[in-house]
């Protein structure tokens, strides 16, 4: 099938939580329905049996392969999204699937750069900072994105409360006054669904990070299938 009416065919996208925790997957959810337009439709998934938190080096060796697994075991959408800040499971994902599999750190980097010439991330717990400036090193960003941790696990982060807000409050108010930060990207799982609030309380961009890596796959997803609509030799394994 090629033109208009291919292009009506239904997308579906994979939102992955390396992690164990159903609060966090179901905060990446609600942020794939803010995010996608009628025509796509997301479901979210989880491991079992991983942590329920990724916030260490030992926590990452278990979760990767499990979440590898996960998409190992969901062929056929036409795009994958990982729901963590991290790496995780891109490598693997990109050498076995026919179709995109974004990041969230790539996909929000992408995305606050094209808001102002500094960047700030902030995550959760100070573990997790480390490993973010590997990533930024790895991607060309340590020069102008610096990383700031509210210092709360990401559990308590997806369940928020009053002194969750404050420290992360205080750790954006430092990112934009020492920093120099102009925009600021919610490093983790835990703190997706707060950008607008935080935007609207410091007067600054704030990104989603799991909503930029829904947006992006999601556009990939259409181009995709807009190429494969207007030459249908490119189309290749057709989706279930």
């Known amino acids: 099938m090629s033109g208009p009416a291919a292009m009506k065919k239904p997308l579906r996208l994979l939102l992955v939580n390396p992690n164990s925790n159903p609060a966090v997957t179901a905060l990446a959810a ?16 989880e491991p079992e049996g991983g942590p329920l938190s990724i916030e260490t080096l030992d926590h990452r060796r278990v979760a990767e392969p499990l979440a ?19 790496d995780i499971a891109l490598g693997a994902g990109r050498r076995f699937l026919d179709r995109p599999i ?22 959760t717990v100070e573990t997790m900072v480390p490993g973010i400036r590997a990533q930024l090193s790895a991607m060309g960003a340590d020069g102008w994105c610096t990383v700031r941790a509210a210092g709360i696990g990401v559990a308590d982060a997806a369940d928020g409360g009053g002194t969750v807000e404050a420290r992360i409050d205080d750790a954006i108010v430092k990112a934009r006054d020492i920093d120099g930060a102009g925009v600021i990207i919610l490093g983790s ?37 807009g190429q494969r609509a207007a030459d249908p030799a490119l189309s290749g394994a057709a989706s279930p």
Not at 105 to 121: G, Q
């Open 30 to 45: 609600a942020a794939a329905e803010r995010v996608l337009h009628s025509g796509m439709a997301a479901k979210a998934v």
């Open 68 to 86: 590898i697994d996960l998409l190992a075991h969901h062929p056929g959408y036409d795009a994958y999204a990982m729901a963590c800040f991290d």
């Open 102 to 123: 974004v990041g969230s750190a790539e996909a929000a980097l992408a995305i606050a750069r094209c808001f102002a010439p500094r960047v700030a991330i902030v995550t």
């Open 189 to 225: 799982g835990g703190l997706t669904g707060r950008a607008v609030g935080l935007a609207r309380k410091h007067r600054l961009p704030v990104i989603d990070s799991i909503e930029a890596a829904v947006g992006m796959a999601e556009l990939a997803a259409r181009l995709v299938q």
